[in-house]
DNA sequence: CATAACATGTAATGAGTTACATGATTAA
DNA sequence: TTAATCATGTAACTCATTACATGTTATG
């Protein structure tokens, strides 16, 4: 359950609104963490209730921009959770269970579908890397930058190392099967 | 949602009973899918319902094991969801939220909780290594056997990524504050 | 001033987690 | 024969996703 401190993060680094802030998910936040504005939205309401964050207007307003921006208590709720206890996530993925059923029961055209996946982990290096050249450039190396810059490239090292295993998985397919 | 054919494909390696396949996604499976018994029964029960997956005993058991087989229709289901379009999950882990957090709020005692997760993570490379040491002898090497230690590699790498990222981790941590 | 795009929100559903319950088997 | 462990299951709850609803601002 991070997407709460996810959000009090990226109101730390920046105050903004429920799309700006569905905006950064989708961008340099998404990396590390996904959510959908709606997910967004209703965790803001419980982060403003909670007295983590504030937002102008007061109103109730549909339809027209909300600014929020972090409190004292968010930023010290930020704090002590992050050197709390957790547990690693470990792998969860769709496409190893595909292959692993490919082994089982196959041969069937998975082949397509890898290409199609490599593709899009391409685009995203992609992304990544163009991210990389334009906001962390070699010379602006203080301790909050190399952090954040360490994040970054983590995600790029994750897409790096799929593309690698699509290439493998795509040889291995190739094969012919093995006649029981 | 894959747990479906996460023991589609567990039954159609092998029959089971439900605790036999908790187990099973505690170890080989688990570096791909995780499940908790709970999840496992309830979706068995849906399996079976489904006439993908029958069992024996008939009746009713509370305490005794129940036996769990693939049928035909539950390896045609498995056949057409193998080459199913899917989007890539996408890396999501509380670490990055921490680091990304400790950059905007920090410095904090986050070195400590990152020792705990590269230990956790060397020991499940170990296991992982373990495996492929015992199951994966470099002679039997048809498709079948290629495609299960492929699966199985990526879960090695991407261990090995971890432990990578996690040092690197601790050195820019270890950088004395920038004052602002 | 009508329409598209933007911004905020509600509702329903399903996946996943946690806590607990109960019967069967095994070991002291 | 009692206690521990194994095996199956129920219930309640939270997180995440999907579909939809409603109002505001910008644009032709």
Redesign the pocket.
């Known amino acids: 359950?991070?997407?709460p401190h996810a959000l009090l993060t990226a109101l730390a680094e920046r105050p903004g609104?429920?799309?700006?802030l569905?905006?950064r998910f989708d961008k340099s936040i998404g990396y590390f963490w996904?959510?959908?504005?709606?997910?967004i939205?209703?965790e803001?309401?419980r982060l403003e209730e909670a007295g983590f964050i504030e937002s102008l207007p007061e109103e109730?307003?549909?339809?027209?921009?909300?600014a929020y921006r972090i409190l004292a208590a968010g930023r010290r709720e930020l704090k002590r959770w992050i050197v709390q206890q957790h547990e690693p996530a470990g792998m969860r993925d769709e496409l190893m269970v595909r292959i692993r059923a490919e082994a089982a029961v196959g041969p069937t055209g998975l082949d397509k579908l890898i290409r199609e996946r490599l593709a899009a982990h391409e685009q995203k290096l992609a992304l990544y890397r163009g991210i990389e050249a334009r906001d962390f450039s070699a010379d602006t190396d203080d301790r909050e930058t190399a952090l954040r810059h360490l994040v970054l490239k983590a995600g790029i090292r994750f897409e790096e190392n799929w593309i690698e295993f699509l290439t493998d998985a795509l040889a291995v397919l190739a094969r012919p099967a093995t006649p029981r």
Chains 1, 2 share one sequence.
Do not use: N
């Open positions: 359950m991070s997407l609104s429920g799309s700006e569905a905006g996904q959510a959908t504005h709606q997910q939205y209703r803001l309401a109730s307003t549909r339809g027209r921009k909300r």
